[in-house]
Nanobody, 124 residues
Framework: QVQLVESGGGLVQPGGSLRLSCAAS????????MGWYRQAPGKQRELVSD???????NYADSVKGRFTISRGNAKNTVYLQMNSLKPEDTAVYYC??????????????????WGQGTQVTVSS
């Protein structure tokens, strides 16, 4: 069982900043990638940013230049620094991990896990 614990959401004024954190724990052999998705009311969940084991990153066009994803030294932690926040960034942000871990059949397989979500609200 793998858990992703998120923190750092909250209410911020337009133009402000927030930093989201996510720590993965449990039966993880290696992490392929970690990242952040978000879902606004009435909209589909969308990728915000992710970072692979080799350090390569992806960003949604809407956040490029404003958000920065990074990993902690332990490699099982990921951060999302969000600057110049806009009202349209308001959403529940979910941490996601793509990793290799043990299966009950004794083999190592790839898994995906999600955090519980943290609310980010950008409003004056």
């Amino acid at each position: 069982q793998v858990q992703l614990v998120e923190s750092g959401g909250g209410l911020v004024q337009p133009g402000g900043s927030l930093r989201l954190s996510c720590a993965a724990s449990g039966s993880i052999s290696s992490i392929h990638a970690m990242g952040w998705y978000r879902q606004a009311p009435g909209k589909q969940r969308e990728l915000v940013s992710d970072i692979s084991s080799d350090g390569s990153t992806n960003y949604a066009d809407s956040v490029k230049g404003r958000f920065t994803i990074s990993r902690g030294n332990a490699k099982n932690t990921v951060y999302l620094q969000m600057n110049s926040l806009k009202p349209e960034d308001t959403a529940v942000y979910y941490c996601h991990a793509f990793y290799q871990g043990p299966h009950s059949n004794g083999h190592e397989v790839d898994w995906r896990s999600w955090g519980q979500g943290t609310q980010v609200t950008v409003s004056s």
